[in-house]
T-cell receptor, first 113, second 113 residues
Framework: DAKTTQPPSMDCAEGRAANLPCNHS???????VYWYRQIHSQGPQYIIH???NNETNEMASLIITEDRKSSTLILPHATLRDTAVYYCIVRAAFYNQGGKLIFGQGTELSVKP | KAGVTQTPRYLIKTRGQQVTLSCSPISGHRSVSWYQQTPGQGLQFLFE???????NKGNFPGRFSGRQFSNSRSEMNVSTLELGDSALYLCASSLRIGGTEAFFGQGTRLTVV
């Protein structure tokens, strides 16, 4: 079973920031938080991941709470092309612990004009 | 550099037949994982290969099998196809098992009639 909980759907206005929450209250110290998104019928696309510090790349920012039990993915200026299902995944940090991704139901983000 | 390549993109098979799907990982990546996506079950992990060895397996019947070659390319096989095997089959590659991001191909859409 997935170790994360996400709202099933969210709306966001184009040009505004999209903040997608994720709860992972049972995360262990050797697990990362990963975010992927899937645009209809395409393969999931890697967005960002983090262990305990906040992370930022060209696509998004990831804010992880100090107790690591929840996180927020931020798309700073959402566009229509950001409409997708967003998956928050907890994954082993070390190579010898296996690399499988356990997907939950994700959050369906709709960016509206 | 080239992404993950899956062939074929679309496939129609008849119940009882078998099928082989192919995945070429990103150059330099040695780990390949396979996932099945259906509307009812979502994205589910099938198996994971590293250095030609299966390192992890999901909860699927023995009709689902796979292998990895010395050049890291991978194939998965489904024998005695059932209607319920109709799905999008996704391959993901990463540098190693765990601890790093995985990149997905566009998938093979299998329809069993």
């Amino acid at each position: 079973d997935a170790k994360t909980t996400q709202p099933p759907s969210m709306d966001c206005a184009e040009g505004r920031a999209a903040n997608l929450p994720c709860n992972h209250s049972t995360i262990s110290g050797n697990e990362y938080v990963y975010w992927y998104r899937q645009i209809h019928s395409q393969g999931p696309q890697y967005i960002i991941h983090g262990l305990k510090n906040n992370e930022t790349n060209e696509m998004a920012s990831l804010i992880i709470t100090e107790d690591r039990k929840s996180s927020t993915l931020i798309l700073p200026h959402a566009t229509l092309r950001d409409t997708a299902v967003y998956y928050c995944i907890v994954r082993a940090a070390f190579y010898n612990q296996g690399g499988k991704l356990i997907f939950g139901q994700g959050t369906e983000l709709s960016v509206k004009p | 550099k080239a992404g993950v390549t899956q062939t074929p993109r679309y496939l129609i098979k008849t119940r009882g037949q078998q099928v082989t799907l192919s995945c070429s990982p990103i150059s330099g990546h040695r780990s390949v994982s396979w996932y099945q996506q259906t509307p009812g079950q979502g994205l589910q992990f099938l198996f994971e290969y590293f250095s030609e060895t299966q390192r992890n397996k999901g909860n699927f019947p023995g009709r689902f099998s796979g292998r990895q070659f010395s050049n890291s390319r991978s194939e998965m096989n489904v024998s005695t196809l059932e209607l319920g095997d109709s799905a999008l089959y996704l391959c993901a590659s990463s540098l190693r098992i765990g601890g790093t991001e995985a990149f997905f191909g566009q998938g093979t859409r299998l329809t069993v009639v």
